[in-house]
């Protein structure tokens, strides 16, 4: 699943994703009948934050659990050129199986947007 929106954007100046807030859990709470679950957050084409409810090459391991966190506070993002970009969040369900039915679960609380 997808979803996105557009910003407006300067040349040169650096925006900062703060209190980007990402929670994660397994699927029926039990990592052994779950399948992982991967979020993406790119701006302008550039990725962000890559981040998997399990360990994968290249992502950011997610802490699971209710009350646990990942603040990606200090990501940022400068761009070359002025104008409208997207701004995207691509979450990825692994296929669920007979043995494994349920898939993680990600969580996330809306950035706020701050200009440098």
Known sequence: MTTSTTIDV?????YRFDQLVIGAGYGNNNSATSMAQTI????????????????????????????QTYDTSAVAYTPTTSGQVTVT?????????????????????????TCR
């Open 10 to 14: 300067v040349s040169g100046t650096t």
């Open 40 to 67: 993406r957050v790119s701006i302008g084409g550039t990725q962000i934050f890559y981040g998997s409810t399990r360990a994968l090459t290249g992502a950011t391991t997610l802490r699971i659990g209710s009350s």
């Open 89 to 113: 969040f691509s979450f990825t369900l692994s296929a669920t199986t007979s043995t494994r039915p349920a898939s993680d679960d990600i969580a996330i609380r809306l950035p706020v947007l």
